[in-house]
C-alpha cells in the first residue's frame, strides 16, 4: 500500500512540475499595435489594415483562428508556425456598407500565454 502512495505521489508531483515548466516555456504574441483607427473612410470601399506581431516567447506560436465579430468583416493570417523572435501577421478587411461609425473586433485564438486575444478596428463609414 505504502508503495502505491509513494508512486501516486512521485506520479502527481512530476505532472505538476511538467505543468509548470509548460507553462513558463509558451509562446506569447507583442503586438505594433491591438486598435487600428481607419478615421473616416467612403462607404462601398472595402479597408484592410495588417497587424503585425511579433513571438516574444521561446515556442513557435501557432493561430489556430482569427473570428471576426460580423459577416462585414474577414481576416487572414500566418498559417505557419511563428518562431521565437520572428514577426507574423494578421490581415483584417472591412466592407464599408453602411454609413455610421463602427467598431469591429477579431478573436485570435493560438497556442500562447494568452490563447485568446482581441484586435479591434474601428473608424466612421462616410458617403
Avoid at 470601399?45 to 503585425?52: G, K, L
Avoid at 498559417?79 to 514577426?87: C, L, N, S
Wanted: proline share 6%; glycine share 8%.
Amino acid at each position: 500500500m505504502k508503495k502505491i502512495a509513494t508512486i501516486c505521489a512521485v506520479l502527481v508531483a512530476f505532472v505538476c512540475t511538467a505543468a509548470v515548466g509548460q507553462q513558463n516555456s509558451k509562446a506569447e504574441f507583442k503586438f505594433d499595435k491591438e486598435t487600428y483607427d481607419f478615421g473616416k473612410i467612403p462607404q462601398g470601399d472595402p479597408v484592410t489594415h495588417v497587424f503585425t506581431f511579433e513571438n516574444v516567447g521561446s515556442e513557435p506560436i501557432i493561430i489556430s483562428e482569427v473570428k471576426p465579430s460580423c459577416g462585414c468583416s474577414v481576416a487572414e493570417f500566418t498559417k505557419t508556425p511563428v518562431k521565437p523572435g520572428e514577426k507574423g501577421t494578421i490581415s483584417v478587411t472591412f466592407n464599408a456598407a453602411a454609413k455610421q461609425p463602427f467598431t469591429k473586433n477579431f478573436t485570435v485564438r493560438s497556442n500562447t500565454k494568452t490563447p485568446v486575444k482581441t484586435l479591434y478596428i474601428k473608424g466612421e463609414v462616410t458617403g
